[in-house]
Every structure is written in structure tokens, then in C-alpha cells.
């Protein structure tokens, strides 16, 4: 089951390619997006849920492209577990 990771306070200078090295240490990756507009956050999907935790024991609050990461796992706006287990879609409203 795929997992998504939020990197916060990450370097504006960090790159994608930066950060797949460093998260890939940890399983198999299937998106790396790093923002640019604003800088300063990405996130970072696994495959595997168990991948995605190891990232996040190892690396939050470690230095990654000159500052230090803020890593957690990624939450729907509406604070549920961001894919599929998370219920990420939300179906119509029944009519009653």
C-alpha cells in the first residue's frame, strides 16, 4: 500500500534529485515532488507503507541540503491519512 511522506523546512537549494537519493535508501519510490513556489517543503510517496515510516524515524529532524527536515507522514486537508488508505476520495453526499 502506497504511502506519502511530508518534508518540511527543506532547503530552497535541495533537489529532487537530493532527496530521491536520501529517501530512496529506504524502499522503492514511486513520486518525488519538491516545491518551488513557494520553496521549502516536498513530498515523497513509497510504495510501501513500512518504507515510508523507516524514512521518517531516519531522517526528521536530520540535516538535508543544509538545514533540518521536518519529516511526518502526509495527511488529507481534511487530517485523515493521505492515500488509499486514508479514504483520500470522498463520495457524493447521499440524498436523504
Known sequence: MVQ???????????SKEELT??????????DVWVARNPPGFAFVTFED????EDCL????GNMLGGT?????MARNQGGR???????????PPRGR
Not at 506519502?4 to 535541495?14: A, E, K
Open 68 to 72: 533540518r527536515v521536518k519529516i511526518e
Open 81 to 91: 491519512m493521505a492515500g488509499p488508505q486514508g479514504g483520500g476520495m470522498r463520495s
Open 4 to 14: 506519502r511522506i511530508y518534508v518540511g523546512n527543506l532547503d530552497p537549494r535541495c
Open 57 to 60: 524515524h531516519a531522517l526528521n
Open 49 to 52: 507503507v513500512r518504507d515510508a
Open 21 to 30: 537519493d536520501e529517501c530512496g535508501r529506504y524502499g522503492r519510490l514511486v
